[in-house]
């Protein structure tokens, strides 16, 4: 196979390991190539794509021979494509065992020992995601609605989705129509779609004006379907609702007693039930401190239960908005006395928040780029217990080298399936001080 060969190039390949993020790889004439929806101890006929470095990228189709004993058949009629998804051929064991796998091995780059590793935490396989961002694409007559294909980047061609909480999925397809419908179709980019525990938003992204007779189909829409609808013609700030439902956007945690409101466009955690578990966890592994900075704290989703459970707490985040709905979320929870909530860029050089400093244990959970350059900095000889939350194994795993040579050791560990299906690794790290170490 040359180098240069044209492309789309069909081949066969045995397939012998698969990446994080869920293609099979295998070698063709000396060359690596990685196929979407192809297993390991499978040969399959596939189409190559794109070239990369170091490898070829395409997608598997017939397979020749036995299937692997770990294939199970996709829920969705698209999954093979989208990439919405990437694991949905394979069964859900399989997956998280290899993520938890991942995990060992980028730890075990860094040299970084774990005293105990955590059980795999599973929760709902299908209709969890409360939160996407689905591509509008308008094709001939018909406008697609829905998350890019892996390879091409194209909008699918779909009309449900799996993985979508029910409400949300439902949504889909007489969103198409109606997006069909207004005069400015082809120029509207995206959706971002929200599911509060009660009622969910749309935020529909445009870049021209929407005619009044737009306004009239959107309204009629947000009506009939009982959502909220916002419009976006500009950055985050131009968001404003046209019609549906009033009432905020809320989640509960029945663990604390607590209630969160958010806006359509904030970072929610998308798995609620996950979600649920991971709150548990990281406040049970802070049980016994007393003063907790929660960097990277968004509404308070950490925080709030923290402070229910009489620590207290200091949320730092970016994002003003957030800042302002973490807030709001201590003064609706009756625990205004118990938190601070203030805005600092992290990344920002040589920031560390008067939080940091007055506290003896960190959250962090930080964004996929991890804590940062300051974390070194946060690590003061006060700081007894670090819990991470990270949605990255790969900055994990750095950060978790950055703690080890601090004088921390990671004394549990494991993953937690936020995100089924998908190549997402959601990990808890617990991080004590060693004794005289630090
Ligand atoms: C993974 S989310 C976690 C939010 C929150 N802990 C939760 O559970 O909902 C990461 C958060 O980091 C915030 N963030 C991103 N970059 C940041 C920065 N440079 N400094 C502070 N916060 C930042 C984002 O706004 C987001 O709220």
């Given at each position: 196979m040359s180098g240069r060969a044209k492309l789309p190039l069909a081949v066969t390949v045995e397939i012998t390991s698969l990446t994080a993020d869920g293609f099979g790889e295998g070698c063709v004439e000396g060359r690596r190539v990685r196929l979407r929806n192809a297993l390991p101890g499978e040969t399959v006929e596939g189409q190559l794509f794109k070239r990369r470095k170091g490898y070829w990228l395409g997608e598997a189709g017939r397979i020749v021979g036995a299937p692997s004993t770990a294939r199970v058949p996709a829920p969705c009629p698209v999954a093979a494509r989208c990439g919405g998804c990437g694991f949905q051929h394979v069964a859900d064991e399989q997956v998280l065992a290899a993520k938890a796998q991942e995990l060992r091995a980028l730890l075990d780059v860094h040299e970084v020992h774990v005293e105990r590793w955590l059980a795999p935490v599973a929760g709902p396989r299908l209709g969890y995601r409360r939160k996407a961002r689905l591509g509008v694409r308008r094709v001939g007559e018909k406008v697609f609605v829905g998350f890019r294909e892996a390879l091409s980047g194209r909008v699918v061609d779909m009309t449900d989705c799996a993985v979508l909480d029910p409400r949300l999925a439902a949504l889909v397809a007489p969103l198409r129509e109606v997006l069909g419908q207004t005069s400015i179709a082809g120029l509207i980019p995206q959706v971002e779609l929200a599911a509060g525990d009660r009622s969910c938003a749309i935020v529909i992204r445009h870049l021209t004006a929407f005619s009044s007779e737009d306004l009239v189909l959107l309204t009629n829409f947000a009506v009939a379907r009982n959502v909220a609808v916002y419009l976006q013609g500009g950055g985050e700030d131009s968001v404003a609702q046209l019609a549906g439902p009033r009432a905020p956007l809320g989640y509960a945690n029945p663990d604390f007693g607590l209630h969160f409101e958010f806006q359509p466009l904030d970072f929610v955690q998308v798995n609620a039930a996950i979600n649920r578990r991971l709150v548990r966890s990281a406040v049970m592994a802070l049980a016994g401190t007393r003063r907790v900075a929660d960097l990277f704290c968004g509404m308070g989703n950490f925080s709030l239960p923290l402070a229910r459970s009489g620590i207290a707490v200091a949320g730092v985040e970016a994002g003003g908005n957030a800042v302002d709905r973490a807030r709001h979320n201590a003064v609706h929870n009756a625990l205004a006395d118990k938190v601070d909530f203030s805005v600092a860029d992290l990344y920002e050089p040589d920031c560390v928040p008067a939080a940091v400093t007055a506290a003896d244990a960190l959250l962090l959970d930080p964004p996929r780029t991890g804590a940062g350059a300051n974390l070194p900095a946060w690590l003061h000889a006060g700081v007894e217990r670090v819990v991470y939350v990270s949605c990255n194994p790969v900055t994990f795993a750095a950060d978790a080298a950055v703690l080890a040579a601090a004088?921390?050791?990671?004394a549990q560990a494991g993953v937690y399936d936020m995100f089924p299906q998908t190549a997402h690794v959601e990990t808890l790290g617990v991080f004590r001080r060693v004794r005289g170490a630090g």
């Amino acid at each position: 196979m040359s180098g240069r060969a044209k492309l789309p190039l069909a081949v066969t390949v045995e397939i012998t390991s698969l990446t994080a993020d869920g293609f099979g790889e295998g070698c063709v004439e000396g060359r690596r190539v990685r196929l979407r929806n192809a297993l390991p101890g499978e040969t399959v006929e596939g189409q190559l794509f794109k070239r990369r470095k170091g490898y070829w990228l395409g997608e598997a189709g017939r397979i020749v021979g036995a299937p692997s004993t770990a294939r199970v058949p996709a829920p969705c009629p698209v999954a093979a494509r989208c990439g919405g998804c990437g694991f949905q051929h394979v069964a859900d064991e399989q997956v998280l065992a290899a993520k938890a796998q991942e995990l060992r091995a980028l730890l075990d780059v860094h040299e970084v020992h774990v005293e105990r590793w955590l059980a795999p935490v599973a929760g709902p396989r299908l209709g969890y995601r409360r939160k996407a961002r689905l591509g509008v694409r308008r094709v001939g007559e018909k406008v697609f609605v829905g998350f890019r294909e892996a390879l091409s980047g194209r909008v699918v061609d779909m009309t449900d989705c799996a993985v979508l909480d029910p409400r949300l999925a439902a949504l889909v397809a007489p969103l198409r129509e109606v997006l069909g419908q207004t005069s400015i179709a082809g120029l509207i980019p995206q959706v971002e779609l929200a599911a509060g525990d009660r009622s969910c938003a749309i935020v529909i992204r445009h870049l021209t004006a929407f005619s009044s007779e737009d306004l009239v189909l959107l309204t009629n829409f947000a009506v009939a379907r009982n959502v909220a609808v916002y419009l976006q013609g500009g950055g985050e700030d131009s968001v404003a609702q046209l019609a549906g439902p009033r009432a905020p956007l809320g989640y509960a945690n029945p663990d604390f007693g607590l209630h969160f409101e958010f806006q359509p466009l904030d970072f929610v955690q998308v798995n609620a039930a996950i979600n649920r578990r991971l709150v548990r966890s990281a406040v049970m592994a802070l049980a016994g401190t007393r003063r907790v900075a929660d960097l990277f704290c968004g509404m308070g989703n950490f925080s709030l239960p923290l402070a229910r459970s009489g620590i207290a707490v200091a949320g730092v985040e970016a994002g003003g908005n957030a800042v302002d709905r973490a807030r709001h979320n201590a003064v609706h929870n009756a625990l205004a006395d118990k938190v601070d909530f203030s805005v600092a860029d992290l990344y920002e050089p040589d920031c560390v928040p008067a939080a940091v400093t007055a506290a003896d244990a960190l959250l962090l959970d930080p964004p996929r780029t991890g804590a940062g350059a300051n974390l070194p900095a946060w690590l003061h000889a006060g700081v007894e217990r670090v819990v991470y939350v990270s949605c990255n194994p790969v900055t994990f795993a750095a950060d978790a080298a950055v703690l080890a040579a601090a004088g921390f050791q990671l004394a549990q560990a494991g993953v937690y399936d936020m995100f089924p299906q998908t190549a997402h690794v959601e990990t808890l790290g617990v991080f004590r001080r060693v004794r005289g170490a630090g």
